[in-house]
């Protein structure tokens, strides 16, 4: 991700950051004409915060003299409170409207007394630089239009090897997500790795998690498997991918690894996959970081191409879900 984008997206920041002052300030004005006993107070509590900073900074003044001025400061907040009460009016909402409350649209939090990007501007560059093709469409793609319907209800042990229908097994998989999104913060909350054909909702229901975790403040980064594996080779031989590229691959909140299976696997590929997998799990300098892959391929598949080393990692630190049913890219077409 290159600086000129980050410099781009902090300077959309300060417009918004701006906008929602120059809105708050519009609000106020409005407030004020209908209420002047409410600027009056404001005007008051203005006056007196000054003349307390003021009596902290002048060693002659008591500390009695400072504490009349905070309970005149206090006494006028609770005024403020009760009018704007007697009115039904959020309190809360007289402030500037923020796009993230968590930074306050400036792009950054203070952690630990340093600065770091916040999680949205964070998913903003892996939106510009990785997710433009992948992750585009979760308008549509969220658990609000996820069909049931579209999966079978029938029973069918002979061609599914399961005694569930496909509507039942989908069911369980769409609790297993759930559980996912509200336990994500829990070390001992396993990862997911869906299996099963194309066409059966794979991609959609990881799609759906992703919309569920955005909401909740997490960043998301989605990646084919081979177009990952290929990244960090070419960072590995100081090509196009950065550190930065790589460090996100390992740290971000949730991956999404598609396609698994796809990618043309060598011992360079297999090493690099085993230590991102790997490494995520290790949960870094007390970050909580969890993995969904998706592939086509079944658990003896899985098992004979990436030998007992990733696939142990599978088994012990992945729910497994198999998806079954007919493809419900077709029921869609014709619903």
């Known amino acids: 991700m290159s600086q000129s984008i980050l410099k781009l997206l902090l300077k959309e920041y300060e417009q918004?950051?701006?906008?929602?002052?120059?809105?708050?300030?519009?609000?106020?004005?409005?407030?004020?004409?209908?209420?002047?006993?409410?600027?009056?107070?404001?005007?008051?509590?203005?006056?007196?915060?000054?003349?307390?900073?003021?009596?902290?900074?002048?060693?002659?003044?008591?500390?009695?003299?400072?504490?009349?001025?905070?309970?005149?400061?206090?006494?006028?907040?609770?005024?403020?409170?009760?009018?704007?009460?007697?009115?039904h009016f959020d309190y809360s909402s007289?402030?500037?409207?923020?796009?993230?409350?968590?930074?306050?649209?400036?792009?950054?939090?203070?952690?630990?007394?340093?600065?770091?990007?916040?999680?949205?501007?964070?998913?903003?560059?892996?939106?510009?630089?990785?997710?433009?093709?992948?992750?585009?469409?979760?308008?549509?793609?969220?658990?609000?239009?996820?069909?049931?319907?579209?999966?079978?209800?029938?029973?069918?042990?002979e061609l599914y090897r399961s005694n569930l229908s496909p509507r039942d097994n989908i069911k369980n998989i769409k609790e297993i997500s759930h559980s996912f999104i509200k336990n994500f913060d829990v070390p001992e909350q396993k990862n997911l790795l869906f299996t099963g054909n194309t066409g059966l909702g794979k991609s959609f229901l990881s799609d759906c998690i992703a919309c569920e975790l955005l909401k909740n403040g997490k960043t998301v980064l989605y990646q084919t498997a081979p177009v990952m594996l290929d990244t960090i080779i070419d960072y590995r031989f100081n090509k196009n991918a950065s550190q930065l590229t790589y460090d996100n691959i390992l740290n971000v909140d949730l991956l999404i690894i598609d396609d698994l299976g796809t990618e043309n696997l060598n011992s360079m590929k297999f090493t690099e996959l085993f230590n991102v997998i790997n490494t995520r799990l290790l949960n870094q300098n007390h970050h909580i970081t969890k993995t969904i892959i998706s592939t086509n391929l079944n658990l003896q598949d899985l098992r004979t191409k990436y030998d007992e080393r990733i696939f142990s990692r599978f088994v012990g630190a992945y729910n497994i879900c198999r998806f079954f049913g007919e493809d419900i890219r077709f029921k869609k077409n014709n619903v």
Do not use: M, W
Request: net charge negative; glycine share 0%.
């Open 94 to 157: 007289f402030k500037p409207h923020f796009d993230c409350e968590k930074c306050e649209d400036t792009g950054y939090i203070l952690i630990q007394q340093h600065y770091e990007l916040c999680s949205c501007i964070k998913q903003k560059l892996f939106d510009i630089a990785y997710n433009q093709s992948n992750i585009t469409d979760l308008k549509n793609h969220n658990f609000e239009h996820f069909n049931l319907a579209l999966y079978s209800d029938k029973i069918c042990e």
């Open 16 to 87: 918004k950051r701006l906008s929602a002052f120059l809105d708050f300030e519009k609000r106020k004005e409005n407030l004020y004409h209908s209420l002047p006993k409410l600027e009056e107070i404001d005007k008051e509590l203005n006056i007196f915060a000054l003349n307390t900073a003021k009596s902290i900074l002048n060693s002659n003044n008591s500390t009695t003299s400072i504490q009349e001025l905070k309970d005149k400061i206090e006494a006028l907040k609770v005024e403020k409170q009760a009018l704007l009460s007697s009115l």
